[in-house]
């Protein structure tokens, strides 16, 4: 499994294919992540907590 660059949660080869950039075997961000979120092309800090 792939792990995620900022809170190491295990992601699916087709989250990475999908939402990783080119060339990336992992993602900078997850849906599991509470600080951050992606925004387009770019992370950022989440506006909010997420649960």
């Given at each position: 499994m792939r792990t995620c660059k900022n809170?190491?949660?295990e992601v699916t080869p087709a989250?990475?294919?999908v939402?990783?950039?080119e060339g990336l075997e992992q993602p900078r961000v997850c849906p599991h992540c509470?600080?951050?979120v992606r925004d387009g092309?770019?992370?950022?800090?989440?506006?909010?907590?997420r649960v």
């Open positions: 809170c190491g949660s989250y990475v294919r939402f990783a950039p509470p600080d951050k092309a770019t992370v950022r800090q989440s506006r909010s907590p």
